[in-house]
């Protein structure tokens, strides 16, 4: 495959992060375009021209342009060669699509959530105790739910890491950064999780700079 891989968005995105893990995964290069969310940037008309509901993730492969990032992830793995991140059987991709469907639905916004009251709260309109309680109760929930989906596997949708894992890991990386993360990670099974994920190189080589 010889077309260009061009990712729209800035290293913070934790969406960015798991399609540059992805690419990593994948052994793929590709030129990351800054697109800076703290600054408005994704509201310009440029970026309106690439992803007309104003976020990133966006990619370019030659000619062809996505947004979505678990479509993005898919199709990557797809047409990118390397060791499948998609698992081989119906209850395999179930489970992954089970833990990306939750992520995207409950965990994102969850775990951003919380992020958000300790590490930027002037970005989700100032801090506030009843979001930071309520967006823990649901971090736990989420991650009780995304660890149930893991039972005794090593990760969320079987023997082999999967898309959901790499969903899940860059939102994680914030909490762990926050006064909170001990009783957030405190659910079942989710430290075995989480010390794979860190081992990871994929997650080592795209760990933000934050400064
Ligand atoms: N549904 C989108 C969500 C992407 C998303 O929420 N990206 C965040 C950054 S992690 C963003 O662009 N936020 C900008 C904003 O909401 O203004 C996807 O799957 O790609």
């Known amino acids: 495959m010889s077309d260009k891989i061009t990712v729209y968005g800035f290293e ?48 370019e492969h030659g000619a062809k342009r996505l947004y979505e990032t678990s479509a993005i992830i898919r199709y990557l793995n797809d047409v990118l060669p390397g060791t499948s991140l998609v698992p081989g059987t119906a209850m395999g991709r179930a489970r992954m699509d089970m833990g990306v469907g939750i992520h995207d639905g409950y965990g994102y916004g969850a775990l951003i959530g919380l992020a958000a009251q300790h590490l930027f709260p002037d970005f989700v309109g100032g801090a506030s105790e009843e979001v930071r309680l309520d967006c823990l109760e649901k971090s736990r929930l989420v991650l009780t ?15 082999t890491l999967s898309l959901a894992d790499l969903f899940v890991a860059p939102v994680c990386f914030y909490v762990s950064l926050t006064p909170d993360a001990g009783a957030a990670f ?26």
């Open 145 to 159: 739910e995304q660890m149930k989906l893991r039972g005794d596997s090593p990760w969320i949708a079987g023997a």
């Open 12 to 59: 913070a995105s934790t969406y960015v992060r798991t399609v540059r893990m992805v690419l990593a995964e994948k052994g793929a290069s590709y030129d990351l375009v800054p697109v800076d969310i703290m600054a408005g940037e994704n509201k310009r008309p440029e970026h309106l021209a690439r992803h007309p509901f104003a976020k990133i993730p966006v990619v």
């Open 186 to 211: 405190d659910v079942p099974g989710f430290s075995d999780w989480w010390a794979r994920v860190q081992g990871l190189e994929s997650y080592q080589a795209t760990e933000p700079d934050l400064g």
